[in-house]
């Protein structure tokens, strides 16, 4: 073959090469173009996804920072509030004791008044006896005389048979006996009273007092003074089914 037909051929496969390198290169760039484009697109959704996820579980946590320091602040202040009781009773102990045994006392004093106690001291004791005839019997009017002057004269405390009197004791005539809180009892009556025994003595002694008068019916009457006299407690129901305390 000849040598200028030899050239001719290779320069034609230079071209065919030359051309279709160019077009590799071409569609090469093109698909790299692409996938870049795709790469930073899907790196861009991540991105704002993970800001989207940041951003929410930011706010679960605050939300569940407010919850935390709201129920903090609750048992804070429950605590200072105990906290302050506790140190208020300490500071006022002594004052504390004062009270309870104020308290103590009136108890006391309400329950001598009430008639729900045992009590004893001095006083007198004041026997009652029918008289000789059935005109001369004790009636319910003389003991209630008796009960009202010992009143009158301080007694702190009464009993007929040992009968507590307060001030819903009833005192009535049943038949041949006399009823007292609903209990019967019979002649002779003694009528105890715990008080200043010498002014007891002379407030029913005294000239025409009550046992003058009950010695007029025919009643015979005993009265002695005594250094130590026993009363017992109410043994009733203590109950107001009507009376309420006032507003």
């Known amino acids: 073959m000849q040598k200028g037909s030899k050239d001719k051929k290779k320069n034609k496969v230079l071209e065919y090469m030359q051309k279709n390198s160019i077009s590799a ?10 996938l870049t484009i795709m790469i930073t697109a899907q790196v861009t959704t991540i991105s704002k996804s993970e800001a989207i996820l940041e951003g929410k579980r930011e ?14 602040d609750e048992l804070k202040k429950k605590y200072d509030d105990s906290q302050a009781i506790v140190e208020e009773y300490k500071t006022n102990a002594a004052t504390n004791d004062t009270l309870i045994a104020s308290m103590s006392n009136e108890i006391n004093t309400l329950s001598l008044l009430a008639g729900t106690t045992d009590v004893q001291g001095e006083g007198i004791v004041i026997t009652l006896y029918d008289g000789n005839s059935s005109d001369s019997l004790v009636h319910d009017s003389d003991i209630l005389t008796v009960i009202n002057e010992l009143r009158v ?20 005539c049943v038949g041949s006996v006399v009823q007292i809180n609903y209990q019967k009892v019979a002649a002779p009556f003694v ?10 003595e002379s407030a029913l002694t005294i000239k025409n007092g009550v046992v003058d008068v009950l010695n007029g019916y025919g009643l015979k009457v005993t009265l002695t003074r005594e250094t130590n006299v026993s009363i017992p407690k109410y043994e009733g129901a203590l109950s107001f089914n009507f009376a309420k305390q006032g507003e």
């Open 153 to 172: 004269a301080g007694a702190e405390a009464i009993s007929v048979n040992e009968q507590r009197i307060i001030n819903t004791s009833a005192v009535r």
């Open 59 to 72: 706010s679960e946590l605050a939300d569940s920072l407010v919850r935390l320091q709201t129920e903090y």
């Open 25 to 34: 290169y071409i569609s090469i760039g093109i698909a790299l173009f692409l």
């Open 191 to 200: 009528i105890k009273a715990i008080g200043n025994s010498q002014y007891l």
